[in-house]
């Protein structure tokens, strides 16, 4: 009986063959062995409503909006930056800036009449009466 | 039985998955699961048909509650609280509708073909001792002698110390091995059984 005691609580040997053997005979299965098939697909049948609520009603959060511009940001951006270096390494001049003057870039684009020699071609309102 | 594996994905993974509605992932949990519940489901009910109704709407009212499991990666021992607490509900109900004693399988959602008388035999002779032994006893030898879990499985799932899944496992074993000592020509039917 010590023996027994020891080998039962101490370590885990197992199942006992021969109480396993005759316990088997509780499984359903036993004698019918598509009996737990059908019982995963009663269940699957049961859940197919929720499961569907679920799928429905899988909304999108503000992680998965990131994460989807980050997947078209990132390859996006490292395709720019690899023209960019390229262009830059090809040190192709793309036009030379020409050193020009504060005062002639104002009166350089300006063409036509000034602003009081229109003026003194038009009749104002208040001369008329 | 150890059903886990490095290969297949892990109950949290699973359990995440189905939060979604994905079909396959929970199909997966049940799968894994169906077996050590309707053994759970039949230590409290003791009662085929009571043990399959008790164990499918476990999985039904776990999918409604699936946010509610605190810890994916322990979804067994919450699954089996489920079971358990849906068992009890059963057999209170069951009691107070005092309800005759049905042939079995006339209430079984999934038909089962008849057995050799044999085998129904010692079926009904370790439902007697079963019902003879206190409930986490019959839980116990179940899951490990008729579903394979191991001890720190069983200690796990059903939230017990190791110490006291094995004294359990022991006073079970013990208490079945003498009922099915006393009844006369039962090594044949286990052979039967085999």
């Given amino acids: 009986m ?5 080998s039962d609580a101490t370590v885990d040997s197992g199942r006992d063959p021969e109480l396993a053997a005759a316990l088997a005979v509780l499984d359903p299965a036993s004698g019918d062995p598509n009996y737990w098939f059908r019982f995963g697909s009663w269940v699957l049948s049961g859940a197919a409503r929720e499961l569907s609520r679920r799928r429905l009603g899988a909304r999108l959060t503000v992680g998965d909006v990131l994460e989807s511009w980050a997947r078209a940001l990132v390859p996006t951006a490292a395709l720019v930056a690899a023209l960019a270096a390229m262009l830059l390494l090809r040190g192709d001049p793309v036009g030379e800036a020409l050193p020009i003057g504060v005062e002639e ?5 300006i063409e036509g009449s000034t602003i009081p020699a229109r003026i003194s ?9 | 039985m150890s059903i886990i594996t490095s290969e297949t994905p892990s109950d949290a993974e699973l359990v995440r998955r189905a ?11 049940v799968r894994r699961y169906q077996r050590p519940a309707y053994a759970v489901a039949l230590s409290v009910t003791n009662r ?3 043990a399959e ?19 994916p990666e322990r979804f067994g021992g919450w699954l089996m609280t489920i079971v358990r607490n849906r068992s009890k509900n059963l057999v209170r109900r069951e009691s107070l ?10 209430r079984s959602r999934i038909p089962t073909p008849d057995r050799t008388a044999e085998a129904a035999e010692l079926r009904g002779m370790l439902r007697q001792a079963l019902g003879e032994l206190p409930e986490v006893q019959r839980q116990v030898v179940l899951l490990h002698d008729l579903e394979g879990w191991k001890h720190r499985e069983i ?35 286990m052979r039967v059984a085999q």
């Fill in chain 1, 2 to 6: 010590r023996r027994i005691h020891e």
């Fill in chain 1, 105 to 109: 870039l104002l009166v350089s684009e």
């Fill in chain 1, 121 to 129: 071609n038009v009749t104002f309102a208040a001369e008329g009466f």
């Fill in chain 2, 19 to 29: 939060r979604k509605g994905e079909e396959v992932a929970f199909g997966l949990l």
């Fill in chain 2, 48 to 50: 085929h048909e009571d």
């Fill in chain 2, 53 to 71: 109704d008790a164990a499918q709407e476990s999985f039904l009212v776990a999918l409604d509650r699936l946010d509610e499991c605190r810890s």
């Fill in chain 2, 97 to 106: 509708r005092d309800m005759d004693e049905l042939p079995p399988g006339t």
């Fill in chain 2, 155 to 189: 200690a796990d799932r059903l939230d017990l110390p190791c110490g006291t899944v094995r004294s359990h496992l022991h006073f079970a074993r013990k208490a079945l091995r003498a009922a099915l000592r006393k009844v006369p020509g039962i090594p044949d039917l």
